[in-house]
């Protein structure tokens, strides 16, 4: 990391072990939602992580490096905090809200992450990066958003 190309790659790498990490930890999350709303919600998430993770892979080929992921201590953290609270939860209500603030977590971590990405990729010129990496910002912020009006709308109030 000696330079912005070095930070890049590294991040590169972060990111794409944290969607790794979030690919597995989605169907747990919805075998465990109580709200259909809430499960359909992670499921679709699933298969945006599998389109995210493509486009990664594409950004690794641009760049001419193999696809791998360094380890995130960062979403670990999160993903473990969000199990303790399928664990724990008294009830489907508690877990439903508990489980919706921990994607959203999920959610803010990939955001900080991809806006960095793009920045940076605009700096080194890589264009093609740029469009891959807004794609999937524009599915965390599509997702966070979503688990927002889920949890305001009615799953909040239910775990209440």
Request: net charge negative.
């Amino acid at each position: 990391m000696k330079d912005l190309d070095g930070l890049f790659k590294h991040f590169l790498r972060d990111i794409y072990y944290a969607e790794k990490q979030v690919l597995k930890t989605l169907p747990k999350m919805a075998r465990k939602a109580g709200s259909s709303d809430l499960k359909d919600a992670f499921e679709h998430h699933h298969g945006e992580t599998e389109e995210q993770i493509e486009n990664l892979e594409k950004v690794f080929e641009l760049i001419g490096l193999k696809a791998r992921g360094v380890t995130c201590e960062a979403i670990d953290g999160i993903l473990d905090e969000g199990k303790e609270i399928m664990d724990e939860a008294g009830n489907d209500d508690t877990r439903d809200a508990g489980m919706i603030a921990a994607a959203q977590a999920v959610e803010h971590y990939e955001i900080t992450r991809y806006g960095t990405l793009i920045s940076w990729a605009k700096t080194l010129g890589l264009d093609e990066a740029v469009q891959l990496l807004s794609k999937n910002l524009e599915q965390e912020r599509a997702a966070d958003e979503k688990l927002t009006k889920l949890g305001e709308g009615a799953l909040n109030r239910e775990a209440a």
